[in-house]
């Protein structure tokens, strides 16, 4: 087994015993690089957040509902929209326990801008709650 005694000097070496390193080039460069990929993406994901515009709501309100039928449910609703477009409403009966009993979509076609619904919706069990679920733009 080798050993190096201890009055020789370190183990490893002192820094003397070793070349200097070359000065590295080229890492503003590189920095450079990154920050302009960086922008790029940052850039891009803005764009997509500002540009995504998803569906277009729908104002709408439930006016009245009636749910003391064990088979059925009825519900009053207003809609607000362009009066050039279709708009698709899902309605929603749901019973105490917030199970749904019943649903129906209403295919509202293009008209007035301001329309109020009277809408009949068969459950399967006795409904507690009516509501508008969603509504959009065809």
């Not at 920050?35 to 995504?52: C, D, R, S």
């Not at 009966?93 to 919706?121: C, F, M, W």
Request: charged share 20%.
């Amino acid at each position: 087994m080798a050993t190096r005694d201890a009055e020789n000097g370190p183990v490893l070496g002192t820094p003397d015993d070793f070349i200097d390193r070359p000065e590295r080039q080229g890492r503003l460069v590189v920095h450079v690089v990154i920050a302009v990929l960086v922008a790029i993406i940052a850039g891009g994901w803005g764009y997509v957040m500002w540009t995504a515009t998803g569906q277009a709501t729908v104002p709408q309100q439930v006016i009245a509902f009636d749910a003391s039928k064990p088979d059925s449910a009825e519900i009053t609703f207003g809609v607000g929209r362009p009066a050039d477009k279709t708009v698709v409403c899902r309605l929603r009966a749901t019973d105490a326990n917030h199970v749904e009993v019943g649903s129906k979509e209403v295919r509202i076609p293009a008209g007035e801008g301001y329309i109020q619904l009277k809408e009949r919706l068969d459950t399967s069990a006795q409904a507690s709650s009516v509501h508008i679920q969603s509504c959009y733009l065809v």
